[in-house]
């Protein structure tokens, strides 16, 4: 019988070596990403390019952040900067960190790593062959509450898994920057990267895929459902939509109890695990968001910089691209293509 939940071996934040941040592309995630590291972390923030050098210099001024360069070009030729992180619009992903890397600088991209696999797999191969650092900032895979949930499925507290169902659903309106397919709009790279990572992460490869979806409009996908085979013989059901707000909940069941995540399922907050035999339990930890959560993938790469690997072991490259390739399955079989593939 379970009796408790194990605790999180997440380390202090505050005790990982500083490293000298870049920024790439000063947005809304890139400004929750500096606020996560000022508040939470002794990660310096050294400068941010931008290509306007109006929304450089306004970045920093109101973020605290020493240098504003004008262009990317000039930020990765600072030489008080360690590591870039890559926040531009996601079909620069893939050139932003070609770019940096040649310039010699780790980097930690925002996800998704890049459009599809192929990019994610060019950026790690050349992060490989210059010796240098890539990660992508899947901020969910670093939390505390994930590393809990990983120890309750490898201890194998849940049995053999036979099912996972998550769900990340949320309504935009048509001025929204997701609705331009310029910048790879719709639901998958932005919401959809989450159910789908989190499905592979718990029930490991996947053989098959069936996937649905529903546009838009004429010119944008808006909706997704999927159903997973995984390689062990668990099936995932998923849906992602930008149509309208959804519970974003996930759900883990195995043969021996299942886990219950409330929505938002992939941000810091609590989760209940029910036994087949026994009493729930309950992983009790604050709701919060990406200014309380995003610097813990910044810190696993200074650590991981620091002792000389170029690579996550918490979120490796390999699910990094291979998340991708199921991704890219499914709009195969939807018919979504990027702008620029």
Known sequence: MISRLPAPRTQDPTTAPALRWGVMGPGWIAERFVTALHEHTTQQVAAVGSRSSGRADEFARRMGVPTAHSGYDALLSDPTVDIVYISTPHPQHHRCALDAIAA??????EKPMG????????????AQHAGLFAGEAMWT?????????RQILDDGMLGTIQAVAADHGEYFT???????????????????TYPVAFARWVLGDVDTVSAMGRPANDELNGQISAVLGHVGGGQSILNT?????T?????????SGYLQVPGPFYQPGPFR?????????????ETAAHTDGLHFSAVDAARRIVDGAIDSDIHPSADVIATLEIMDRMRAQIGIVFAGE
């Open 104 to 109: 010699g600088k780790h980097v930690l991209i």
């Open 115 to 126: 459009v599809n696999a192929g990019q994610a797999g060019e950026i790690v191969t050349a």
């Open 141 to 149: 895979r670093f939390l505390p509450k994930f590393d809990v949930i």
């Open 174 to 192: 048509t001025d929204h920057r997701i609705y331009d397919p310029a910048l790879a709009g719709g639901p998958m790279l932005d919401l959809g």
């Open 241 to 245: 939509t930008i149509l309208a707000n």
């Open 247 to 255: 519970p974003t909940t996930a759900f883990v069941a195995g043969e």
């Open 273 to 285: 695990l029910v036994p087949r035999n026994g009493d729930p339990l309950e992983h009790a930890e």
